[in-house]
């Protein structure tokens, strides 16, 4: 148990990160959150693959490689405490690093705390608009290894704390061995907008943070189109199992890029906000940090606020299996990110193994699309979402056209039996599995828009064979299983649009090189009894309206 004065500790120390001392009203709000999932994706900077390094992730649990604002609300729940907030966060995970192995480090309560401010001086809203649809940003700057003048005021404040012995600096502190009220940093993000869309070549380029508190006024010039509500976020982690094994003039603790100091500390935000939510409670909502619940008329209502038990039970299977040391510690960071700790800019590595997941993955990259009008702002046309990294794992996206939204009809049904004696081409023969003996019924074509097994591959990775894969999708009930391109994983009730093509599944497992998994736009299949039932569709299409691919 805690004792009363570590309790107080902690209490002094949420303080002192970001509200007044005193309780008082003011135009601002906070809410909590547990991680969504933790991995290696990242829909801004790489949209449609694999992200360089892992990630915490918070928010809407649609969360994927490629989004837009249908995505963010397609979201069945979110991790955070208001509902209509279907956004996602997400930012680094840490590491401790000890004799050539990286432990990941655990998150403790309040894990991410996020606050919106809206206010200067007591008036409400002053001139802050709600997000577009699709709006997304970013704060800080993972190469950074020393501080360059952006972290301080009037840039995005990060600073790291070690609750305890109360240290406060720039980058990662030293000078403790132990943080008995947790390791934390925090960083805003960004408010005033140039009216431009997101540029992954060019992150930060569309926002500015304000000079002063005086509105749309306070926004340097360029950046007038809008005033958002500034996001702050805490982000907490719990290094209590790491005492006595550092020194108090060690650097132990590691950002999932590889970064030592702390200043490539950084966050990204996608907006999926429910459309006029948070508009109405700028207006009106001004607990700041008297404790207030958020789920009165003057903020987001009844029934706006879930439960911490809901809250935390919105959790998101990772679509990426690779170890990120959940399961005890590696031998290396996550994908390819050696160790850099400045005081220059980091580099990308050369003669890179590519970390642990390797490619193909076959997943949507972005389209022509638009920013959808809100809050009285015109529309902004954008062409794309920015370039695709593609070199740090292996990672070759697929494009899909996105205007326009396919509709099938059935036809009929072709029934393919098991092929007489087995498959001959596909290897394993056959898999032993929960269920049964799975057969290989042989190499089929993938359609590929729309999949002819699965809207997207279930998983994919280094350790991906055709064996593991019937596994999985026997495991979640699954009629169909197939491999795809030597590295993609797909399971499914029904397969669509396809059709056998004998000797096009030659592509070696990247798991299991004695295996075969498909080839590419082919699937090596499986089913219990070795057969396939194959429904061909005609489509025919209705146009809708696109929203920006967050991507």
Not at 63 to 79: E, K, N, V
Not at 84 to 107: A, R
Not at 183 to 200: E, I, T, Y
Not at 489 to 508: D, M, Q
Request: charged share 15%; hydrophobic share 30%; with cysteine.
């Amino acid at each position: 148990m805690r004792s009363t004065s570590s309790h107080a500790r902690a209490i002094a120390c949420l303080a002192a990160l970001a509200a007044p001392v005193s309780a008082q009203r003011d135009y601002y709000f906070t809410f909590g959150s547990g991680s969504l999932v933790q991995e290696r994706l990242d829909p801004l900077i790489n949209p449609g693959g694999l992200s360089g390094h892992v990630h915490s992730v918070v928010g809407g649990n649609a969360f994927a490689a490629t989004m837009d604002f249908g995505t963010t609300q397609s979201s069945a729940c979110t991790s955070v405490d208001i509902i209509p907030d279907k956004s996602n966060y997400w930012m680094p995970n840490l590491y401790f690093q000890k004799n050539g192995k990286f432990t990941l480090v655990p998150e403790r309560s309040p894990k991410h705390k996020i606050y919106y401010k809206y206010g200067d001086g007591g008036r409400p809203g002053a001139d802050r608009s709600e997000f577009p649809k699709g709006f997304r940003m970013m704060a800080g700057n993972a190469n950074l290894r020393s501080d360059d003048g952006t972290l301080g005021s009037p840039g995005s404040q990060l600073e790291w704390f070690c609750h305890g012995p109360q240290l406060k600096t720039t980058g990662i502190p030293k000078g403790f061995t132990s943080c008995p009220d947790g390791l934390a940093v925090a960083m805003r993000f960004p408010s005033c907008w140039s009216g431009r869309d997101f540029n992954a070549a060019e992150p930060l380029a569309h926002m500015s943070y304000p000079t002063n508190q005086g509105g749309i006024a306070g926004c340097p010039e360029g950046f007038k189109k809008a005033r958002f509500p500034e996001i702050f976020i805490e982000y907490w982690l719990d290094v209590s199992q790491f005492n006595g094994q550092y020194g108090a003039n060690d650097s132990p603790f590691v950002l999932s890029n590889g970064d030592p100091t702390g200043y490539g500390f950084h966050m990204d935000f996608l907006n999926g906000w429910q459309e006029g939510v948070l508009s109405k409670a700028m207006k009106t909502c001004n607990p700041g940090n008297t404790g207030d619940r958020l789920d009165t008329p003057q903020c987001f209502g009844a029934g706006s606020i879930q439960s911490g038990a809901a809250k935390d039970a919105c959790r998101k299977t990772s679509s990426i299996k690779e170890e990120i040391g959940l399961n005890g510690p590696l031998s290396q960071l996550p994908g390819c990110n050696p160790i850099q700790a400045g005081p220059g800019l980091a580099t990308k590595a050369a003669n890179c193994a590519g970390g642990t997941v390797a490619g193909p993955v076959s997943v949507p990259a972005p389209s022509p699309s638009t920013i959808a009008s809100t809050a009285g702002l015109a529309p902004i046309t954008t062409s794309a979402a920015g370039p695709v990294n593609t070199k740090s794992a292996s990672v070759a996206p697929v494009t899909r056209t996105t205007s326009a939204k396919a509709e099938p009809s059935p036809t009929d049904t072709q029934v393919i039996p098991p092929p007489s004696g087995g498959s001959s081409e596909l290897s394993p023969p056959s898999v032993n599995s929960t269920s049964g003996v799975w057969k290989a019924a042989g190499c089929f074509l993938d359609a590929l828009n729309p999949r002819s097994l699965g809207k997207q591959p279930e998983w994919w990775g280094q350790k991906i064979s055709s064996s593991n894969c019937v596994e999985h999708c026997d495991s979640i009930r699954a009629k169909y299983a197939g491999t795809e391109n030597g590295g993609q994983c797909f399971c499914g009730n029904e397969i669509v649009n396809s059709a056998s093509r004998p000797g096009k599944c030659t592509s070696k497992c990247v798991g299991d090189s004695s295996e075969v998994c498909g080839g590419p736009a082919h699937l090596s299949i499986y089913s219990l009894d070795g057969s396939v039932s194959i429904k061909k569709r005609r489509t025919h299409h209705r146009h809708s309206r696109n929203f920006l691919i967050s991507s």
